[in-house]
């Protein structure tokens, strides 16, 4: 008997006028039947938006969502469809690996993003962590998500008012209704990490108001942990007025940064002692994001956009 694949559509958002997309040359080299796979570039200004104006053209059963710069490798879709043949799975995602010949603050960049003392259990979303099993938002990221198409449909799709943590919300929305999620550490896209400190800082204020304006919106236990970042910021902010006998906490998270220096994995001694400041740099504005997020004004239509979406089918059935 012949194997069956379900049609599968990539989408990619990307700004208007770009011309490099890196991930449309990449998805047209999968190794998956092509009367069965779909391309759509979404060319915008707002990537929720733009991920749902493709998704109601999609064709596909199943959506495979990819950034613009991320970079799947060819034999791994048929592995991460083939798990959709259990009917409860509604969602599957893995890691976004910094490319291993990327210039050296990339990859010390990509080693903070990778460690627990900086990003908790969403490191996974930036190293291969452990094996196949059942997730949940946390550890899956949007440049590398496998999806069912009727399910996005039913939840609404993304939150236009959230960018980003729009796919966050939408997790959280499918596993309340009992849909299950699956990280594959072999599922991987290969993706550059921010490429300057500036680039870094700026990702994390961002993550930061996301994850707060998500708060608002969708309000869950999940984001609990969240919260430690911007309150470290209000204890830094005290310090100077604070007695002595409150301020032990320091020796104790001086000595997690160094352990956590030491425990980094498959890196060069220097690297290791680079990224343990921009450890601490990570708690600092993502909790300063966090509070940003806390008060900023929020739009249903999603307000970072302007203008319209074009569509482009690049490679259909």
């Not at 499918?174 to 849909?179: A, E």
């Not at 072999?186 to 998500?214: H, W």
Request: hydrophobic share 45%; with cysteine; net charge positive.
């Amino acid at each position: 008997m012949s194997e069956t694949f379900p049609p599968v559509t990539v989408v990619i958002p990307a700004r208007p006028g770009q011309t490099e997309v890196n991930a449309v040359t990449a998805s047209r080299q999968l190794d998956y039947p092509t009367d069965c796979l779909e391309i759509i570039v979404a060319r915008g200004n707002q990537p929720s938006v733009q991920r749902n104006a493709a998704l109601r053209e999609a064709r596909g059963e199943l959506i495979y969502f990819l950034d613009d710069d991320s970079v799947p490798l060819p034999g791994k879709l048929r592995g991460a469809v083939s798990h959709f043949g259990r009917p409860e799975v509604q969602m599957l995602g893995g890691p976004a690996l910094c490319p291993p010949e990327s210039p050296a603050l990339e990859r010390v960049i990509a080693l903070v993003m990778g460690s627990w003392l900086a990003f908790g259990p969403s490191r996974a979303r930036y190293q291969a962590v452990g094996r196949l099993r059942e997730t949940g938002e946390k550890e899956l990221i949007l440049c590398n998500l496998l999806a069912r198409r009727s399910t996005l449909v039913e939840a609404g799709g993304f939150d236009e008012a959230l960018y980003p943590n729009e796919e966050n919300a939408l997790m959280d929305a499918v596993q309340l209704q009992g849909g299950r999620l699956l990280y594959d550490p072999e599922f991987i896209v290969y993706r550059r990490p921010r490429r300057s400190l500036r680039d870094f800082v700026k990702m994390l204020v961002t993550y930061g108001r996301g994850r707060a304006e998500q708060f608002r919106l969708h309000p869950t236990t999940g984001s609990a942990l969240n919260f430690a970042p911007p309150l470290f910021c209000v204890y830094l902010v005290l310090t100077p007025a604070l007695p002595a006998w409150c301020l032990w906490p320091w020796l104790g998270y001086a000595l997690a940064l160094m352990g956590q220096g030491i425990v980094l994995k498959n890196a060069p001694a220097v690297f290791k002692v680079y990224a343990i400041p921009l450890i601490l740099v990570s708690h600092l504005f993502y909790g300063f994001g966090f509070w940003r997020g806390l008060f900023t004004r929020l739009e249903r239509t999603g307000h970072h956009a302007s203008g319209t979406v074009l569509l482009e089918r690049v490679k259909g059935f």
